[in-house]
């Protein structure tokens, strides 16, 4: 079955601090790849997404992420994280020929200020 | 822009009971997908409607049974509550067109199971 791991389960950054959150991803065919993020009191949203091309993609907010297709991984970076990054953010899958996404656990992230 | 809305946002049931979530897609979209999330976890998927029909289901009971009318709205039903049906139910709506797999969500409703 195909599943999405998430390495971080709650990260803790100061303002500025770069930020990398690992996803991992189990699948051998075509997948769509996404980050979504949840800010405090807010619903899910698109944060950047993955389909094909260019393997580095970039979001909203100065995120950005790397689909590596040999480990199965898309992480997510920032350069410099700041407080409105604090938030939950989820790596999801979906498979070439399904219509459902996998979600994985998601990470919190607190930026201090 | 009318995003996705669900209702109610909060709802109280005792085991066994049955309980009706409902949810009207962003406007223009024609696919709904439910999801469960549990306390700490993810989001995990429990079905999608397309066209009225069940396109695909998670790994949920068949207690779990959803509906999606010709407007695109859609209901999800839960028979027989248990102690960990307790969770917050996502709606999330997409545009099969579009082509882009992504998902517009709302803002859930949180189901207690007493």
């Known amino acids: 079955a195909q599943s999405v791991s998430q390495h971080n389960h709650h990260v803790i950054l100061s303002e500025a601090a770069s930020l990398e959150l690992g996803c991992n991803y189990s699948?051998?065919?075509?997948?769509?790849l996404f980050w979504y993020v949840q800010y405090p009191g807010q619903h899910l949203q698109l944060l950047l997404k993955y389909f094909s091309g260019d393997p580095l993609v970039k979001g909203i907010k100065g995120f950005e992420a790397e689909f590596i297709k040999s480990k199965f991984s898309f992480n997510l970076r920032k350069p410099s994280v700041q407080w409105s990054d604090t938030a939950e953010y989820f790596c999801a899958v979906k498979t070439g020929g399904g219509f459902k996404t996998i979600f994985g656990a998601g990470t919190r992230l607190f930026v201090k200020a | 822009d009318a995003g996705v809305t669900q209702s109610p946002t909060h709802l109280i049931k005792t085991r066994g009971q049955q309980v009706t979530l409902r949810c009207s897609p962003k406007s223009g979209h024609d696919t709904v997908s439910w999801y469960q999330q549990a306390l700490g976890q993810g989001p995990q998927f429990i079905f999608q409607?397309?066209?009225?029909?069940?396109?695909q289901r998670g790994n949920f009971p068949d207690r779990f049974s959803g509906h999606q009318f010709p407007n695109y709205s859609s209901e999800l039903n839960v028979n027989a509550l248990l102690l960990g049906d307790s969770a917050l139910y996502l709606c999330?709506?997409?545009?099969?067109?579009?082509?882009?797999?992504?998902?517009?969500f709302g803002e859930g409703s949180r189901l207690t199971v007493l």
């Open positions: 999330a709506s997409s545009l099969v067109s579009a082509n882009t797999g992504e998902l517009f």
């Open positions: 699948y051998g065919g075509t997948v769509n």
């Open positions: 409607y397309y066209e009225e029909e069940e396109r």
